[in-house]
Every structure is written in structure tokens, then in C-alpha cells.
């Protein structure tokens, strides 16, 4: 689901910009069993992000968007919450 987004990649980069102000999933047509996952991730406004995995999309609720059912790894910029650091 990518309306109101903008995608781009680099060699080992792929950027996501809101352009509506709206949240968005970038997901793979394929489903991955074992995988490492490194992440950087850089939020320059306030708002809600994550990283799902081992998840799918269940339905579209045009109220709130995708229902997602799996894990979700929770990345909060705000002062104070060092999610995602070790």
C-alpha cells in the first residue's frame, strides 16, 4: 500500500517519504522463513513507525488502513524513548 508515499533506493537504501501525510507499508511479494534483518533508521518528524515481520495484511479497513496480523518492532524519535537502541 503505497498512496501518499514516495519510494527510492540506493545500493543497500530504500527511502520512504510521506507526500500526503498518510502512513504507508512497504511489503514483498514474497514471504521470507529465515532471514537477518539490519536496520537504520532515521525519523525526522514526529509520528508512528515500525518495522513488521513474519506478518501479512489481513483486510483494508478504509477507517485505519491495513489490518496486520504478526510482530512488529516499534521505532519512537521521541525524547525519551530508545526504542530500537542497545
Known sequence: MTVGLRYST???TILCESTANKYGYLTTEKSYRDFNLRLKF???AAGNSGVFFHSRI???NPEHGPDIQGMQVEVDPSVGKHTGKH
Do not use: S, Y
Open 10 to 12: 540506493g545500493k543497500t
Open 42 to 44: 532515521k525519523g525526522e
Open 58 to 60: 489481513t483486510g483494508i
